[in-house]
């Protein structure tokens, strides 16, 4: 209940008389997702378990296609 109350800045008597056991669920899952984000940030990867290199190469392909497309219709 401290860690959930710490985490929304209320005091652990306002999380007693107003929270639920939602919140205490919610607040785990976001503190493992976080856990999650930040280890795999440390092993070069992001969240979709894409590395920077992979994410720069489809942003390449994709801008190579629009680049493409608008050369396309310039020359029509």
Known sequence: MDFVAKRY????????????TLDIQVAQIAVSYEAHVQKASKAGHTVTNHSQDELKAMMDAVKGRKNDATQSAKSN
């Not at 800045?9 to 639920?20: A, R, V």
């Open 9 to 20: 800045g209320k005091t652990p008597t306002e999380m007693l008389e107003s929270g639920s």
